[in-house]
């Protein structure tokens, strides 16, 4: 798998996602990632989202001020030609990308957070997640979170099984930390989405692009440091409540 996110002036951004599978002497899909929906596959020639077989997944985005007011509406072939119109002045290479999209595979898709809330009445009923912190992709800790949340809720019940900690302190305890952390995720993760980062201004912005891959290559190019970067990127992603 791969990845890789650009962020251009104009208020614009591209990610280009490379998902390959591993298969068996028989070039069938192992039994791992996807690996189960290959009845299916076989059963239902053409279904769309086969991740048995390695794709190129391409995401164009930007703010909603800046694109057609019907965006919602607009599909297939529609969708492909603006991705083509908007991106004219882009590398060649990305541009011959573009141009082998399948229209069938181009879909709309409205990004949405959410804003902090005030604590509430502690019930039985609680929440983890999206159903409670849908964030934006803009730091990919959304995932994580949501583990996380089962991780600290489950130590709560356990401690309200055992004992420790009647039911509803414990789902109290598991609300408190959870709103602290996870929207602390939504909002970094928002704050890395937005067009009004001087990356996407029209004069600083190619000046804070070239600072950043100048710096992205010297970390690149030094063990120590791309270490540090790497570790940094993990205790993001690996936040523990002990």
Request: proline share 6%.
């Amino acid at each position: 798998m791969g990845c890789r996110w650009s962020s251009l002036p104009g208020g614009t951004s591209c990610i280009v996602h490379v998902m390959e599978f591993g298969w068996d002497e028989n070039g069938k899909p192992k039994n791992t990632i996807g690996g189960s929906d290959a009845e299916l596959l076989a059963g239902w020639p053409g279904l769309q989202w086969d991740n048995t077989r390695d794709y190129v997944m391409v995401g164009f985005g930007t703010a909603a001020r800046l694109l057609p007011t019907n965006i919602m509406q607009m599909r297939g072939q529609e969708l492909k030609d603006l991705l083509v119109a908007r991106t004219s002045s882009w590398h060649p290479h990305l541009r011959e990308l573009f141009s082998v999209i399948d229209p069938g595979s181009c879909f709309p898709l409205n990004m949405r957070t959410t804003e902090r809330l005030p604590q509430w009445p502690t019930t039985n009923v609680t929440l983890i997640g999206d159903a409670i912190h849908t964030m934006t992709p803009g730091r990919g800790v959304g995932a994580n979170t949501a583990l996380r949340d089962a991780r600290l809720l489950c130590r709560m019940l356990v401690a309200a099984r055992d004992g420790e900690v009647k039911l509803l302190d414990g789902i109290r305890s598991y609300e408190t930390k959870m709103i602290d952390y996870a929207f602390d995720a939504v909002e970094k993760s928002l704050s890395g989405m937005t067009v009004d980062q001087p990356m996407f201004k029209p004069v600083i912005g190619p000046l804070a692009m070239a600072g950043m891959r100048t710096s992205m290559r010297v970390i690149n190019r030094v063990p120590a440091l791309k270490r540090k970067v790497a570790r940094s990127y993990a205790d993001v992603r690996d936040q523990d409540d002990d």
